[in-house]
């Protein structure tokens, strides 16, 4: 079955205004799906729509809104009433770095939100059409952080933690249904994100493009539950995985402050 028939007409992608979901919003487009491309910077989503109709013929619907919001599923729900949506990438979110006690409470809890609460209300509204139709995909991106617990970026690995469990679970509970679930854990990928949370990105070891970590993530839809792209990413997950807990969490951790150090001595 191709691509199209498999997962489209149409595909819904959150966090598309930039870095890896505006990269799978042109894969997608690129493969022939119609995309419903959401996020908050709607001048960005216009952009994106405008680029994608003239390069691929497709159909592209914007909806902005914000995921920190409590009720954001009903206008989401509400503009894909009328779409054939097979393929649901719930891949808005965002990081911050620091020590756990020094971070902002409403940040945290707009962090929450976006990478946890967001994904799981996403695949709880949409599983039932996808089973419905007995075949599709739903794609949540994760973080190579959700494999161990990372100091000075504890929350977001946390919630990236959520995010991988979730997703695994459901890849179990919907593959009888026909429907491919598969959790992406990128691991230093060449967007905004890191420079949003104060990390040189020059100082980051494997830098992967959106484009090749989009394009290799919709590939594997259909195989195992998580996917690692990049070969040091994969080998800094196993070392993180195998040595002892107490070892892999300290390793992380020096890792980890070693990038906000620098970083912060680059600036
Ligand atoms: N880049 C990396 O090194 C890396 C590594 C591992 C995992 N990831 C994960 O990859 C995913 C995509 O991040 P990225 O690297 O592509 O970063 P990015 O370029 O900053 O993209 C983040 C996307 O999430 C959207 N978003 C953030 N807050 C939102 C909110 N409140 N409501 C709606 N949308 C929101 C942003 O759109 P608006 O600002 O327009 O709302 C943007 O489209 C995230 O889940 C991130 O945690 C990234």
């Known amino acids: 079955m191709d691509f199209r028939k498999r997962f489209g007409p149409w595909a819904l992608v959150t966090g598309a205004s930039s870095g890896i979901g505006a990269a799978f919003a042109r894969e997608l ?12 910077r709607a001048d960005r989503l216009d952009q994106l729509a405008s680029e994608l109709r003239a390069a691929h013929g497709v159909r592209v619907e914007v909806v902005a809104l914000d995921l920190e919001r409590p009720d954001f599923i009903e206008p989401l ?3 894909c009433a009328d779409k054939d949506v097979g393929l649901v990438v719930s891949n808005a979110g965002f990081g911050l770095k620091g020590e756990h006690h020094t971070l902002d409470g409403a940040r945290l809890t707009g962090m929450l939100n976006v990478n946890c609460h967001a994904p799981m209300l996403l695949a709880r509204a949409f599983a039932p059409r996808l089973i419905a139709r007995g075949r599709g995909g739903l794609l949540l991106t994760g973080s190579i952080e959700g494999f ?4 000075w970026s504890a929350a977001y690995a946390a919630t ?11 890849w179990a509970e919907l593959r009888s249904h026909g429907v ?7 691991g230093a990928t060449d967007t905004d994100a890191p420079t949003l949370q104060g990390i040189d ?6 830098l992967m493009p959106p484009a090749e970590v989009a394009r290799q993530a919709l590939a594997r839809l259909g195989g195992p539950p998580l996917f690692v792209p990049g070969w040091l990413n994969r080998a800094m997950v196993r070392f993180l995985t195998t040595v002892p807990r107490r070892m892999g969490v ?8 070693g990038a906000i150090r620098r970083s912060a001595r680059a600036t």
């Open 29 to 40: 487009a690129a493969h022939g799906l119609d995309v419903v491309v959401t996020a908050r």
């Open 77 to 79: 729900v509400r503009a």
């Open 148 to 151: 161990i617990g990372f100091p």
């Open 160 to 170: 990236k933690a959520f995010v991988m469990t979730l997703g695994e679970a459901l």
């Open 180 to 186: 491919d679930v598969l959790v992406l854990a990128p």
């Open 201 to 206: 990105k020059h100082q980051l070891a494997g």
């Open 250 to 257: 300290l390793a992380a951790g020096k890792g980890m402050r």
